[in-house]
């Protein structure tokens, strides 16, 4: 069974990961995001569910204004063509539904089929909001509490530029 947002908060708080959530109506594009989010603060995220031709997965978190050029993007991470995962491959793999893709669903992918990248840009932010595994909160972190967090999991982040 994939984690509950409680699970979540419960191992944040475990970890000694201070975090804020911030309750809101179901969110499921950076522009509705933009439009409901009101006054919360640090970098907001946009989030991509990718697989490669050739087979690997990809959990890309970048901030929500970065151009992210999926013709090219391949380059970047040494792979394969990317296409966006389908919904069922999401479920299976990340127990989350479309438009609650974050970073923190990587707690899911007890097989570490999932390659978590995080992007450059993201750094120079606190702290990070993200869904937190569900499209009706945001949750506030720092950077470094995320790459904390996704370490745990066994999903250490490559930090990449992704603005092409």
């Known amino acids: 069974m994939p984690w509950t947002r409680q699970q979540l908060f419960d191992h944040l708080d475990k970890l000694s990961i201070a975090h804020t959530t911030i309750e809101h109506p179901p969110l499921f594009t950076v522009e509705e995001s933009q439009a409901l989010r009101g006054e919360i603060p640090g970098a907001h995220t946009k989030n991509l569910f990718l697989k490669c031709k050739k087979g690997s997965i ?13 013709k090219t993007l391949h380059k970047t991470l040494e792979c394969g063509r990317l296409s966006f995962g389908n919904s069922d491959l999401l479920m299976e793999l990340l127990g989350i539904r479309p438009g609650a893709v974050s970073a923190f669903a990587a707690i899911n992918d007890r097989d570490q089929r999932v390659n978590v990248v995080l992007d450059r840009a993201l750094q120079d932010h606190d702290p990070v909001n993200l869904h937190p595994l569900e499209n009706t909160a945001t949750t506030s972190i720092t950077n470094a509490d995320l790459i904390r967090f996704l370490d745990d999991c066994g999903h250490p982040p490559r930090i990449l530029d992704l603005s092409g």
């Not at 990809?58 to 999926?70: G, R, S």
Request: hydrophobic letters at 70%.
């Open 58 to 70: 990809w959990l890309i978190t970048a901030l929500e204004m970065t151009a992210v050029d999926l």
